[in-house]
């Protein structure tokens, strides 16, 4: 046994002094393998692919044409108010299917974003959906028992970011929500709307969005360019950013043709003229050439970074000297768990205590308050009942005076009326 051991730690040395990438060998004859690629397509064509789309404008900005009119279907379209008291996700998943390749596509609005006199936390709902969804992906991925082919990617792979076209300079509320942002998803910044704005305003909009990004460290996403095939259009579509674009659901008759557009007294926009607005631009690059790369991006980049910092919280580290065990993260996670739970029950304890305390003194401040209140009812009460008695002591005196004036009044009137009688008989 000993000797097999040598032999086989002697073959291992030698497979390791040919180097990590071992070497190349020619092959004599056709394998196989090379259907690999094959086969990987057809097993993603069949499991179908995810996408989901976090939309981030004001109300009415148009962020729900803009998606019907980028995969040309009419996706749920609920009317919201400018009175919403605070900033609400609302998630709508729908099953697509074009030729062979199927697509879960989850569209995620903000719902009354930017329509509060205080905005200053309107980009923490944003940033707490998009930590869920990471969470529930890393949750998943630390399951002992995961499936994470078939697990439902929730993350947001794309925030398409709705600018008003004001002609001028981005507001401090959008810097601030891309700031907050541009760590955790891919942002694309458009400008909605943009017909209502001629085009050297729009221009220098662009130029003035784009200088106010940089100069707050603002990463916004960029189209990948160490692909040869796709290298050209997308270094030419990163300098064209944010695009300006224009939805409608109507079509318009422009001569003989029905197109996708606005129709103004003036004339028409439409929507699929790349003279008009950089729509297909957008798709373009949205979704036929770069759809992949967002959803690379988002598991590489930003769910790593996420994923990254969870596990340096939970003492997970790459620290080879200092190997530390989930038992023992468990354990000590656990500890401080407890401890955090008997603090605050301590602090619950002591709140009730002072509460009940409080309450107390405040019962016998209000019960010394009604004794001596009734303290001085009581003695005004006792001298109001001695001055009545005094009073009706008064009036039976006067009453009795009276009484015996009468009575000697009628004895000195009876004893004139005798006297008279008396006069008259001796008469």
């Not at 009119?69 to 900033?87: E, I, Q, W």
Request: hydrophobic residues 35%; proline residues 2%.
């Amino acid at each position: 046994m000993v000797v097999r051991s040598d032999n086989r730690s002697a073959h291992v040395k030698v497979l390791r002094s040919l180097g990590q990438d071992g070497r190349n060998l020619p092959l004599q004859g056709h394998v196989g393998f090379d259907s690999l690629p094959d086969q990987l397509v057809n097993k993603c064509v069949n499991l179908g692919f995810d996408m989901n789309i976090l939309c981030v404008g004001e109300t009415g900005i148009g962020k729900s044409t803009l998606m019907d009119c980028l995969f040309k279907a009419n996706f749920d379209d609920t009317v919201h108010s400018h009175k919403s008291p605070g900033v609400e996700i609302s998630e709508h998943i729908y099953n697509l299917k074009e030729g062979n390749v199927k697509l879960r596509l989850a569209i995620v609005d903000s719902v009354g974003y930017g329509d509060q006199i205080n905005k200053e936390n309107s980009f923490k709902p944003l940033v707490d959906f998009i930590d869920e969804q990471f969470e529930n992906y890393l949750q998943e991925e630390l399951k002992i028992k995961r499936d994470l082919v078939t697990f439902h990617d929730s993350r947001v792979h794309v925030c398409l970011y709705f600018l008003v076209p004001t002609g001028h300079s981005i507001r401090s509320l959008d810097l601030v929500t891309m700031k907050a942002l541009d760590k955790k998803c891919n942002i694309i910044p458009i400008i909605a709307k943009s017909d209502t704005v001629s085009k050297s305003e729009l221009d220098t909009f662009k130029a003035n969005i784009m200088e106010e990004l940089r100069a707050n460290d603002v990463e916004i996403y960029t189209f990948p360019t160490d692909d040869e095939t796709v290298s050209e259009v997308n270094k030419d579509m990163n300098e064209m950013m944010p695009f300006a674009v224009v939805g409608s659901r109507e079509d318009v008759k422009v001569g003989e043709t029905t197109v996708r557009g606005r129709e103004y007294p003036w004339g028409v926009v439409e929507i699929e003229n790349e003279q008009h607005c950089d729509f297909v631009k957008l798709r373009e690059m949205l979704i036929r050439t770069n759809m992949e790369d967002l959803r690379e991006v988002t598991h590489r980049k930003h769910y790593e970074l996420y994923r990254r910092g969870k596990l340096k919280q939970m003492g997970i580290t790459d620290d080879g000297a200092h190997p530390v065990s989930l038992q023992e993260t468990y354990e000590q996670k656990r500890a401080e768990h407890l401890e955090e739970l008997q603090r605050i029950e301590n602090e619950m304890r002591q709140n009730f205590v002072n509460k009940v305390r409080e309450k107390d003194l405040e019962l016998k401040r209000n019960e010394k308050e009604l004794a001596a209140k009734y303290e001085g009812l009581r003695k005004e009460n006792n001298e109001e009942k001695k001055r009545l008695d005094e009073e009706r002591k008064k009036l039976e005196d006067d009453l009795a005076a009276i009484k015996k004036k009468k009575e000697d009044l009628e004895r000195a009137n009876a004893e004139q009326a005798n006297g008279q009688n008396t006069k008259s008989k001796k008469k």
